[in-house]
């Protein structure tokens, strides 16, 4: 009987204790100076010539970090790297990082936190961060665009839909390359518009109309 009883006391361990867990949800965009819904032969031609630049967004729906409530704020990381983005790196990334101009104090260390994870190696070396006025927005994909993001004067994504028909060029197309962030639940899409005009690189980027963009969203377990 006693047993019985631990086996089923450590049942109820195992199935009560994940929902204590805390859960950080909310809307992803990125875009790069590449295609990542492209087929191999286009990949290899572009891999350390292109795609090594790339802006990256996060809108908290709901949840925290370290206690500190983000509902509704908006994180985005501009990326300048060595190498093309998704294969290994020669050298650091470099990471400006822009943080919601409605945020206060506390919760601007706790988005440039939650960057910092979810970037992983690419937000790890980190020459600024920023407030700006940022606005994320993720629809369902129809004519005229399924996410766009704007940080400021700063930088700018705006994407639509991949067409299975119109899109594909050799009919061999898949998403090569994965999403940059952590914990991340997105498709491919089409980047109408990427750029980015800041001073932290000593250079800016205006891409468009490139296969080059993920959108969807995020859900963290802490």
């Known amino acids: 009987m006693v047993r019985l009883f631990l086996v ?12 204590g867990a805390t859960e950080l949800t909310g809307k992803y965009v990125e875009a790069r100076t590449c295609d990542v819904y492209t087929a191999p032969c286009f990949a290899n031609a572009e891999m ?27 994180v985005v ?22 943080v919601d101009a409605k945020a206060t104090s506390a919760q601007r260390d706790a988005l440039v936190q939650l960057a910092k994870k979810q970037g992983g190696e690419l937000t790890k070396n980190v020459l600024s961060v920023e407030s700006a006025p940022i606005e994320l927005s993720v629809g369902e994909c129809k004519e005229g665009g399924c996410s766009s993001l704007t940080v400021g004067k700063v930088a700018r994504i705006e994407t639509r839909c991949v067409d299975p028909h119109h899109d594909k060029i050799c009919g061999n197309e898949s998403a090569f390359y994965p ?6 639940e997105a498709t491919t899409a089409v980047a109408l518009e990427h750029s980015f005009q800041g001073k932290a690189f000593n250079e800016t980027w205006k891409d468009g109309n490139r296969r080059g963009a993920y959108v969807g969203s995020f859900a963290i377990h802490q």
């Open 179 to 184: 999403p940059l962030s952590k914990d991340v």
């Open 48 to 74: 350390n010539l292109a795609g090594k630049h790339a802006v990256i967004g996060w809108r908290v729906d709901k949840g925290a970090v370290d206690g500190v409530k983000l509902d509704g704020l908006s």
């Open 8 to 19: 089923a006391a450590a049942v109820l361990v195992i199935t009560v204790a994940p929902a």
């Open 77 to 98: 990381a501009v990326v300048a790297a060595s190498d093309t983005l998704g294969l290994k790196q020669t050298g650091p990334a470099k990471a400006l990082i822009i």
